[in-house]
């Protein structure tokens, strides 16, 4: 998710919070090993917080793992105790279970043996209200601290608190989020949340984790579109260069394209394409008195309002042109350039 909400190659640095880190600390010192990550990890619990600092240590990583106590009736996103203004993403594998008889419950449900052992403490799988509960207080945080965080996530239990935890968000008006599945086995499956209130958008793949049908209804919608597609053996270099003519021809913010993995990134200040900006370019065209009209003439901003992605990928069966919306809040802004841009490649299918 980080890597795809950048237009900078994966490998830079981030900060990240773990909420609820647990005794073995592990999130922190998995990320901090693999990338070049800081953490701070969070817990209430005074016993888990001795050992997750003792782990810390013994793998020499306490210059990039902070280890911060918290109390249970305190804010979840210690922003301001930190003293940063912003973080890159905040994450937390809350307790799933409203109460210890509903975990007991739970695990007699279950006709066989469990295929993942669970080891947590009760104060890591208990809470009041359980995980929609939990994560429920980190969204209202949100609404609080918005941009500050680039992504907040949470690991989730239940299918049906996914559900909730969605029209929460929908109702928020919160509509840059992603949902995946994680399968374990056969049988144990745990699904993550993540949303942001920046413009940034997740690949389709990220943001659409799970097959549609049921989840249908809780996915995002999609990100990505075909913009045309050819046979597998046909030349592409008439669909590259209709592609690079046809964008490179916009008054965009930016535009590259790059030959060796056939995919370019653009960012418009806005509806460039459309007929209502070409009206509007040479009404400011005509006002100028004693100049030419030109429709290139005036300069456009270079604040960003849709960011996008197009590439072309060569299969066994065809070749696909797609569109992919990698920023930006107005989705209308994404679908009136996918109708644009299909227009004008159609005449090299």
């Known amino acids: 998710m980080l890597d795809t909400t950048s237009y900078e190659p994966p490998g830079r640095k981030l900060h990240g919070i773990d909420i609820g880190t647990g005794a073995s600390c592990i999130y922190p010192l998995l990320g901090a090993v693999q990338r070049p990550w800081y953490f701070t990890a969070t817990d209430i619990d005074p016993r888990s917080l001795e050992y997750a600092k003792r782990n810390v240590q013994l793998n020499g990583l306490g210059d990039r ?108 008006g919160i509509d840059n989020f992603a949902v995946t599945e994680f399968v374990q086995g056969n049988k144990t499956r745990r699904w993550a949340l993540g949303w942001s209130f920046r413009p940034m958008r997740p690949s389709e793949d990220i943001a659409r984790g799970i097959q549609a049908g049921y989840w249908r209804k809780v996915l995002p919608p999609p990100s990505r579109v075909v913009l045309s597609s050819i046979p597998a053996g046909q030349l592409i270099a008439p669909l590259i260069d209709r592609i690079i003519e046809v964008v490179g021809s916009l008054e965009l913010v930016h535009w590259s394209w790059e030959m060796r993995t056939l995919k370019g990134i653009g960012r418009a200040s806005e509806n460039v394409w459309g007929r209502a900006w070409r009206r509007k370019k040479l009404r400011e065209a005509a006002n100028r008195s004693g100049q030419e009209i030109s429709l290139g003439a005036a300069p456009v901003s270079d604040v960003c309002q849709l960011g996008f992605e197009v590439k072309i990928e060569v299969g066994k069966q065809e070749t696909i042109a797609s569109l992919s919306w990698r920023e930006g809040y107005d989705r209308g802004l994404f679908e009136s350039l996918f109708g644009f841009l299909q227009d004008k490649l159609k005449d090299t299918i």
Not at 91 to 97: L, V
Not at 107 to 115: G, I, L, V
Not at 125 to 147: D, Q, W
């Open 65 to 172: 793992v902070q280890i911060l106590d918290r109390s249970a009736t305190g804010a979840l996103l210690p922003l301001d105790d930190l003293h940063v203004e912003n973080i890159d993403f905040v994450m937390m594998n809350p307790p799933f279970y409203s109460s210890e008889d509903e975990m007991a419950s739970s695990a007699r449900a279950k006709q066989r043996p469990p295929n993942s052992v669970c080891t947590g403490a009760p104060i890591e799988m208990v809470c009041e209200g359980g995980e929609v509960a939990y994560v429920g207080r980190m969204l209202s945080e949100s609404l609080i601290a918005r941009e500050r965080v680039q992504w907040y996530t949470a690991m989730l239990g239940k299918a049906t608190s996914v559900e909730v935890l969605v029209r929460r968000l929908r109702e928020n």
